[in-house]
């Protein structure tokens, strides 16, 4: 029997956005822009993912 446990597929997340008082503007590497834009192309790569496993259900 399956677990309910296993079913549970909450929606992502989307990353929070830094403020722009959090960037140094000193061309750090990454800066918290870089890190954030990499986060949320991941979100986006999680978002279709799961949108596409909820037009199953």
Not at 4 to 29: H, K, L, T
């Amino acid at each position: 029997m399956a677990d309910v446990a296993d079913d549970f597929d909450p929606r992502p997340e989307a990353p929070i956005a830094p403020s722009d008082d959090m960037c140094c503007g000193s061309g750090c590497e990454p800066c918290v822009w870089d890190t954030y834009r990499h986060e949320l192309a991941g979100y986006r790569v999680c978002l279709a993912a799961w949108q596409s496993r909820q037009e199953f259900e």
